[in-house]
């Protein structure tokens, strides 16, 4: 049987299209109260008294707790957890569910109100009058830096670390001294607001006479969140039981310790009652954190033929208001990708992360990665016209392996990328887009004078994934580790069970997880059930994100799969009376070589080892195995992306009217799930490239917190896209896998804003500011026409 490798629709769709799947918001419990949040309208300030009065009269409220009452009762026992503090010294402020003396950005709890219904919660938050005093806000990157004013009125300073990552100071330095051609650019990553189907939403149930609490979240790591909960409230680990429901989507917003998470477990705890809340999409601004937000400095070194001698890059990132679970991390996790897919001799990378009193940042679909393939895409498309040759060219003199099949390279940012092949994939990028006739269709609208202009970008982009080992997880003090459970057991009936410590929230784990165990046993796909998310049922594992499933979590599966077919060799063996190594397994059933007639099916193998009635001495009845694999090695995808745009001179406006992506993420289970995952993850670049933009004014009020005002994009924005893939297997585990969920997002948006200053260049114009909107793109073509005037 050949079962990976081929589409297949995914079996979860059915129950979520039909109603039956349930969110965290269509479970209904009796006797259930719902929080109501009191937020600071104030990005910073002083609270001097909260009257909550009109809010405990109002019909239907149980009880308000402010900030400070919480804290009195002694709900938690430690703050919000930070698990990446990434040096010794980084400054981390302590974070709790709700402030009592200071607010530090809009959105943050001050009170929480219990009440029968939702909207009976809602309109009493309304009803507490708090006293703030304003203070200065800090509301940009800008203004951190500056120092005038601080986040927090209890520090010295906004900033809150300073990272390097210097491999050979006296060769970078050396690289620019002795370059022909340097180009220096500065790029902002303009904070991004998570727009998940599904807003996050709790509930907690307590179980008064046992102790036990069962937790319901909208979260994409459930066993993380038990640890943690545990260790924030000093609530009993064992006593907790975390269930991820179905989750409509998440891109790394759902992935943290939230406040409602905490408030949830422990009033419900305290109240020996349900507690639940959901979030609106008004909230959502505030209170889920936001994606990006850096200030991006690099330059390159190149000789008289633009091979690159060095890249020296500096980043400024902001933190927002706290350190998240991974906030500080984030900006590092491309630390190691701003020389992309190129031979660079010498690297250097520096961070600073500095505290806003805005939303507090954490990751965002890739997660460090879009930002460092942005900055060294776009420079290279720099560095080509600083040489004069293409933007293809430049690549191509350029690549790592000078562009052809190689495994396990160790590159200039001490990485060793697992394996790649560039060339042919940009060579496969190029035809599919019919690169050449493009560029002539574009000589001929200039040469006619037209308005509307032709933009051609390319973006060749690697990334990292399958975030493990867990030994080199620990180098960089993060505070998990890289491994995946997995179970997989023949049942009586010859069905097979799995159970897997990797979480979906839309990715489609239980179809593909069901095809690798398929093609491994010899059963059918739908044979096979798959049981996640809950972690009474899979008390082991470490979740979903990073683009770790298959290539940690499915990979473990495969080798639970091998497991089971060894212990089944040596039952069917002795019950066949042959020796193993005569054993042959092919398409579900053992034969003896040379005899044909002697064979067994494995769920025949696996009914006998429920009976026991018959199995070699000193075996275990039943037939399953468990395995915790722990990669050696990250996986690195690639790809070539091809944006083509017009840009309408008169107006600004831009339209990406051709889309090609020839994406490489190793050998591929279901090629279906792989091309939506590309789809989507190229719609998200797009959209941070031409239209989405968290907007904050000098108070730190986000002025486009409603989908009103924010842009994400519909299908009528976005092309038809052409996808294509190559395949170079990775050489970090057995079935030679990569991860796909991120890499549409990692290539587009430089891709796109490649296209689009292309287009502009006839105007001189080099770079424009994400999004480009119509309004920054007819700024820039009037300023190129006033001599560089606004």
């Given at each position: 049987?050949?079962?990976?490798?081929?589409?297949?629709?995914?079996?979860?769709?059915?129950?979520?299209?039909?109603?039956?799947?349930?969110?965290?918001?269509?479970?209904?419990?009796?006797?259930?109260?719902?929080?109501?949040?009191?937020?600071?309208?104030?990005?910073?300030?002083?609270?001097?008294?909260?009257?909550?009065?009109?809010?405990?009269?109002?019909?239907?409220?149980?009880?308000?707790?402010?900030?400070?009452?919480?804290?009195?009762?002694?709900?938690?026992?430690?703050?919000?957890?930070?698990?990446?503090?990434?040096?010794?010294?980084?400054?981390?402020?302590?974070h709790?569910?709700?402030?009592?003396?200071?607010?530090?950005?809009?959105?943050?709890?001050?009170?929480?109100?219990?009440?029968?219904?939702?909207?009976?919660?809602?309109?009493?938050?309304?009803l507490?009058?708090?006293?703030?005093?304003?203070?200065?806000?800090?509301?940009?990157?800008?203004?951190?830096?500056d120092?005038?004013?601080?986040?927090?009125?209890?520090?010295e300073?906004?900033?809150?670390?300073?990272?390097?990552?210097?491999?050979?100071?006296?060769?970078?330095?050396?690289a620019?001294?002795?370059?022909?051609?340097?180009?220096?650019?500065?790029?902002?990553?303009?904070?991004?607001?998570?727009?998940?189907?599904?807003?996050?939403?709790?509930?907690a149930?307590?179980?008064?006479?046992?102790?036990?609490?069962?937790?319901?979240?909208?979260?994409?790591?459930?066993?993380?969140?038990?640890?943690?909960?545990?260790?924030?409230?000093?609530?009993?680990?064992?006593k907790?039981?975390?269930?991820?429901?179905?989750?409509?989507?998440?891109?790394?917003?759902?992935?943290?310790?939230?406040?409602?998470?905490?408030?949830?477990?422990?009033?419900?705890?305290?109240?020996?009652?349900?507690?639940r809340?959901?979030?609106?999409?008004?909230?959502?601004?505030f209170?889920?954190?936001?994606?990006?937000?850096?200030?991006?400095?690099?330059?390159?070194?190149?000789?008289?033929?633009?091979?690159?001698?060095?890249?020296?890059?500096?980043?400024?990132?902001?933190?927002?208001?706290?350190?998240?679970?991974i906030?500080?991390?984030?900006?590092?996790?491309?630390?190691?990708?701003?020389?992309?897919?190129?031979?660079?001799?010498?690297?250097?990378?520096?961070?600073?992360?500095?505290?806003?009193?805005?939303?507090?940042?954490?990751?965002?679909?890739?997660?460090?990665?879009?930002?460092?393939?942005?900055?060294?895409?776009r420079?290279?498309?720099?560095?080509?016209?600083?040489?004069?040759?293409?933007?293809?060219?430049?690549?191509?003199?350029?690549?790592?392996?000078?562009?052809?099949?190689?495994?396990?390279l160790?590159?200039?940012?001490?990485?060793?990328?697992?394996?790649?092949?560039?060339?042919?994939?940009?060579?496969?990028?190029?035809?599919m887009?019919?690169?050449?006739?493009?560029?002539?269709?574009?000589?001929?609208?200039?040469?006619?004078?037209?308005?509307?202009?032709?933009?051609?970008?390319?973006?060749?982009?690697?990334?990292?994934?399958?975030?493990?080992?867990?030994?080199?997880?620990?180098?960089?003090?993060?505070?998990?580790?890289?491994?995946?459970h997995?179970?997989?057991?023949?049942?009586?009936?010859?069905?097979?069970?799995?159970?897997?410590?990797?979480?979906?929230?839309?990715?489609?784990?239980?179809?593909?997880?069901?095809?690798?165990?398929?093609?491994?046993?010899?059963v059918?796909?739908?044979?096979?059930?798959?049981?996640?998310?809950?972690?009474?049922?899979?008390?082991?594992?470490?979740?979903?994100?990073?683009?770790?499933?298959?290539?940690?979590?499915?990979?473990?599966?495969?080798?639970?799969?091998?497991?089971?077919?060894d212990?089944?060799?040596?039952?069917?063996?002795?019950?066949?009376?042959?020796?193993?190594?005569?054993?042959?397994?092919d398409?579900?059933?053992?034969?003896?070589?040379?005899?044909?007639?002697?064979?067994?099916?494995?769920?025949?193998?696996?009914?006998?080892?429920?009976?026991?009635?018959?199995?070699?001495?000193?075996?275990?009845?039943?037939?399953?195995?468990?395995?915790?694999?722990?990669?050696?090695?990250?996986?690195?995808p690639?790809?070539?992306?091809v944006?083509?745009?017009?840009?309408?001179?008169?107006?600004?406006?831009?339209?990406?009217?051709?889309?090609?992506?020839?994406?490489?993420?190793?050998?591929?289970?279901?090629?279906?799930?792989?091309e939506?995952?590309?789809?989507?993850?190229?719609?998200?670049?797009?959209?941070?490239?031409?239209w989405?933009?968290?907007?904050y004014?000098?108070?730190?009020?986000?002025?486009?917190?409603?989908?009103?005002?924010?842009?994400?994009?519909?299908?009528?924005?976005?092309?038809?896209?052409?996808?294509?893939?190559?395949?170079?297997?990775s050489?970090?585990?057995?079935?030679?896998?990569?991860?796909?969920?991120?890499?549409?997002?990692?290539?587009?948006?430089?891709?796109?804003?490649?296209?689009v200053?292309?287009?502009?260049?006839?105007?001189?114009?080099?770079?424009?500011?994400?999004?480009?909107?119509?309004?920054?793109v007819?700024?820039?073509?009037q300023?190129?026409?006033?001599?560089?005037?606004?």
């Open positions: 049987m050949t079962v990976m490798g081929t589409p297949r629709l995914r079996k979860e769709d059915p129950k979520l299209l039909t109603g039956e799947g349930k969110y965290v918001d269509d479970l209904q419990v009796p006797g259930q109260l719902w929080m109501g949040m009191v937020r600071s309208p104030m990005a910073h300030a002083r609270i001097n008294g909260i009257d909550t009065s009109a809010a405990e009269a109002a019909d239907g409220v149980h009880a308000v707790y402010t900030g400070a009452q919480l804290n009195d009762m002694g709900l938690w026992a430690a703050p919000l957890p930070c698990a990446w503090p990434v040096t010794p010294d980084m400054v981390n402020p302590p709790y569910p709700a402030a009592t003396d200071e607010v530090h950005h809009v959105g943050e709890i001050v009170a929480v109100v219990l009440a029968d219904s939702r909207y009976g919660a809602a309109d009493a938050a309304e507490v009058d708090v006293d703030y005093e304003p203070l200065p806000a800090v509301a940009s990157i800008e203004a951190a830096r120092g005038s004013a601080t986040a927090h009125s209890d520090l300073s906004n900033k809150a670390y300073h990272w390097p990552l210097i491999p050979d100071p006296d060769a970078l330095e050396a620019f001294a002795n370059a022909t051609h340097t180009v220096k650019a500065e790029f902002v990553q303009q904070r991004l607001i998570p727009s998940a189907m599904e807003p996050r939403g709790v509930l149930i307590p179980s008064p006479a046992g102790g036990d609490l069962t937790l319901y979240s909208a979260t994409q790591v459930p066993h993380i969140l038990k640890v943690m909960i545990a260790a924030t409230t000093g609530l009993p680990e064992g907790l039981r975390i269930v991820a429901p179905a989750v409509g989507g998440g891109f790394g917003a759902k992935l943290n310790i939230n406040p409602d998470e905490i408030l949830a477990a422990t009033l419900a705890n305290k109240l020996s009652r349900p507690v809340w959901t979030e609106s999409r008004s909230e959502a601004a209170s889920t954190h936001q994606g990006r937000g850096q200030i991006q400095t690099i330059e390159l070194a190149a000789d008289a033929d633009g091979k690159l001698l060095g890249c020296r890059v500096h980043l400024d990132a902001d933190m927002g208001a706290y350190m998240m679970l906030t500080p991390g984030v900006p590092l996790l491309g630390s190691f990708l701003y020389t992309g897919v190129y031979a660079v001799p010498a690297f250097g990378f520096t961070c600073d992360g500095y505290f806003t009193n805005l939303t507090p940042t954490d990751a965002y679909r890739g997660a460090g990665r879009p930002e460092a393939s942005y900055a060294i895409e420079a290279m498309d720099l560095l080509a016209g600083e040489v004069g040759v293409g933007p293809d060219e430049i690549r191509r003199r350029n690549y790592l392996g000078g562009g052809e099949h190689f495994e396990n160790e590159t200039p940012a001490t990485l060793v990328f697992d394996s790649g092949n560039y060339g042919p994939n940009l060579d496969a990028a190029l035809e887009a019919g690169y050449a006739d493009l560029r002539a269709e574009q000589q001929a609208r200039r040469d006619a004078g037209s308005s509307t202009q032709l933009g051609i970008g390319l973006c060749t982009y690697v990334e990292i994934c399958g975030l493990a080992p867990s030994r080199a997880l620990g180098g960089l003090n993060y505070g998990a580790g890289g491994w995946e997995a179970v997989v057991r023949f049942l009586p009936t010859g069905k097979v069970e799995v159970v897997s410590g990797s979480t979906p929230h839309g990715q489609g784990h239980e179809t593909s997880w069901s095809m690798i165990v398929a093609d491994k046993l010899g059918d796909p739908d044979d096979v059930t798959v049981l996640h998310s809950d972690t009474a049922i899979s008390p082991l594992g470490l979740d979903t994100y990073g683009s770790r499933s298959l290539a940690v979590g499915g990979v473990a599966i495969a080798m639970a799969c091998d497991k089971v077919i212990k089944a060799k040596e039952i069917a063996a002795h019950q066949l009376e042959a020796n193993p190594d005569d054993l042959e397994f398409a579900g059933s053992f034969t003896v070589k040379g005899s044909p007639d002697k064979t067994m099916p494995i769920q025949s193998v696996a009914f006998g080892a429920f009976t026991a009635h018959d199995l070699p001495d000193d075996m275990e009845p039943n037939l399953q195995e468990q395995v915790t694999f722990d990669p050696p090695n990250f996986a690195f690639f790809g070539t992306h944006a083509v745009v017009e840009v309408d001179e008169e107006t600004g406006r831009v339209d990406l009217i051709d889309y090609i992506a020839i994406d490489d993420c190793g050998n591929q289970v279901n090629p279906l799930i792989v939506g995952q590309v789809h989507g993850g190229i719609v998200q670049g797009v959209a941070q490239a031409l989405e933009g968290a907007a004014d000098e108070d730190g009020n986000c002025k486009n917190p409603s989908f009103l005002d924010y842009l994400v994009p519909s299908p009528t924005e976005v092309p038809s896209m052409k996808l294509g893939f190559t395949t170079t297997p050489t970090s585990n057995p079935l030679g896998v990569k991860g796909v969920g991120e890499a549409g997002t990692i290539g587009s948006a430089a891709a796109v804003i490649n296209a200053c292309d287009a502009l260049s006839p105007h001189g114009i080099k770079d424009l500011p994400m999004p480009a909107t119509p309004a920054v007819w700024k820039a073509i300023s190129s026409k006033n001599g560089g005037q606004s």
